[in-house]
């Protein structure tokens, strides 16, 4: 059975917490208006953590050819062997000795710790847990657990705003300092730590924080550290944007113009909304009065009901998780601190009709 919810009534932290107590296997998928993310458990482990928008968005050789962490050819043989054996491409490149397990760790790692860093900033949302099957290799990379991670989000998060402000922002842009360029390449490159080896040779000039982040694999956390780093060490320097003005000024015309173009079409839809409304028949004029204030007060109640059933059902959903049966009453829920009694009460102050058969129930 599904446990589903929104975050406003029980917090993402909370239903994390929960699976990871009841070593579920399944997927959790939270939503946010366009928003999706989706994280896997295996026996309350988490094993991936990413949005859903990026999941097939560049395969994982591919990306790694990108941040320079493998040849293109290593990448080809790699997937010869793949092919062959039908082995994780990351369990084939540790095989190979092309990349270490602690590498691919820390890919993976890096990957779910910015998720839940932007994971635990939502307030609102929806979620919903559902139990399955999850394709698992623990010899591709180590699963971590809840409490190890949240310890170190909350700290990330702790310490993110101040490792970004010394970079100005995330659409900043870096390039080698002429000092890096006129030191020994071996000499250089082997006092750096791999981070920020990887981001050194990724610089371009062009790219920013941001695609910085996505190419090297590392996530934005490591990738701003390893950039401060590099930048104390005057290895690196900010490039300077030209004609910052003029393309300010630039992007409020295009602003102004939108918003001037917008209200021109709100005032056609209007009145043709009017017109509509005088030569409409009755049982379309009744569609209108639904969004009378009586109208709308009807659909509120009528949404807030809707929202105290599901609060309810995860409830009841975490009470036979944690008693092996549904409660004989819904008092019992108040009484376990998973509800409040006005929660279990229709908008008339009623008690919701509720049935336990121990197993199954029926909630109306």
């Known amino acids: ?42 026996n309350g482990m988490i094993v991936s953590a990413h949005p859903v928008a990026k999941v097939d968005k560049e395969l994982l050789g591919e990306r790694l050819v990108k941040a320079g962490l493998i040849t293109e050819g290593q990448l080809q043989r790699a997937l010869t062997i793949q092919r062959k054996n039908r082995q994780h491409i990351g369990e084939v ?66 310490e993110w705003p101040i490792m970004l402000k010394s970079l100005s922002s995330l659409d900043a842009v870096f390039k080698r300092t002429e000092h890096s360029k006129g030191l020994d390449a071996d000499d250089a490159v082997a006092s750096l730590l791999q981070d920020q ?64 173009f917008a209200a021109g079409w709100y005032a056609m839809f209007s009145l043709i909304v009017i017109g509509l409304y005088s030569i409409s028949p009755p049982d379309f004029k009744m569609t209108f009065r639904q969004f009378s204030p009586n109208g709308l007060i009807q659909v509120a109640s009528e949404s807030i009901e809707q929202n105290k059933r599901i609060k309810i059902k995860n409830a009841l959903q975490v009470y036979f998780w944690e008693q092996g049966c549904y409660p004989d009453s819904l008092a019992a829920l108040v009484e376990s601190g998973l509800v409040q009694t006005n929660e279990t009460e229709n908008s008339a102050g009623n008690p919701f009709s509720y049935r336990s058969q121990k197993h199954t129930y029926t909630i109306q």
């Not at 550290?225 to 944007?241: F, T």
């Open 197 to 260: 080896r990887i981001i050194l040779n990724l610089l371009d000039g062009d790219m920013s924080v941001s695609d910085l982040a996505e190419r090297s694999l590392l996530g934005k956390f490591a990738t701003v550290q390893a950039l401060r780093s590099l930048l104390d060490r005057e290895l690196i320097e900010r490039v300077e944007r030209e004609n910052l003005v003029a393309g300010t000024a630039r992007t409020w015309q295009q602003f102004l113009g939108t918003r001037l």
């Open 93 to 158: 490149l540790v095989e190979m000795n092309i990349m270490s397990r602690e590498m691919l760790d820390r890919i993976i790692h890096n990957q779910i710790y910015d998720t839940f860093t932007d994971l635990f900033q939502w307030k609102d949302g929806s979620y919903v847990f559902q139990p399955s099957s999850v394709n698992f290799n623990e010899r591709v990379f180590t699963p971590l657990g809840f409490e190890h991670i949240i310890l170190d989000v909350l700290r990330m998060m702790d």
């Open 1 to 42: 059975m599904a446990l589903e919810g929104k975050i406003v009534d029980f917090g993402v932290a909370d239903i994390l917490q929960l699976i990871s107590q009841q070593q579920k296997t399944g997927v959790l998928l939270v939503e946010r208006g366009a928003e999706s993310i989706e994280v896997l458990f295996w």
